[in-house]
């Protein structure tokens, strides 16, 4: 798996095709199952077109989670064979009812475990956010769903 790490100044947001969000609800990761698959993984997927990053971000944890007031905040950009994906921590006030979409069931759980979907590469982000998660002031952005509001 050919992967890498870049600042969110380095690469032009046109050329970024997903989002990852490093999702928590009580300080405890939500990790999620597709319908079509039998392993766990992090929330994300597409940008839609002419979708702004925040917008898919936020679209993409309510569809596969159910979250409806959450913070997010953008921490950096990966590479993965050729594609770029931007991700997000999302620390998620309110989870709701499941969406009726391509999520079979989201999970609460204290650590990421072993075995996600798509090998290391979310080790990998896991470990750059901490990083940057120490050594940054990041911008949080207020989402509530239940008000369609942006703060």
Do not use: C
């Amino acid at each position: 798996m050919n992967y890498s790490w870049h600042e969110l100044y380095e690469i032009d947001r046109f050329t970024i095709k997903y989002v990852v969000l490093i999702a928590k609800s009580k300080s405890q990761f939500i990790l999620i199952r597709n319908k079509n698959r039998t392993v766990w993984e992090l929330p994300g997927g597409k940008i839609e077109q002419n979708e702004q990053l925040i917008e898919a971000a936020s679209r993409e944890l309510f569809e596969e989670t159910g979250a409806l007031i959450f913070d997010l905040v953008e921490i950096g950009i990966y590479q993965m064979n050729g594609e770029y994906g931007v991700v997000f921590e999302a620390d998620v006030e309110e989870l709701g009812e499941l969406p009726d979409f391509e999520i079979a069931e989201i999970q609460l759980s204290e650590y990421l475990p072993e075995g996600l979907n798509y090998g290391e590469i979310y080790y990998h982000i896991y470990e750059k956010y901490q990083e940057i998660k120490i050594s940054k002031e990041l911008i949080k952005t207020k989402i509530n769903l239940k008000e369609k509001a942006i703060m």
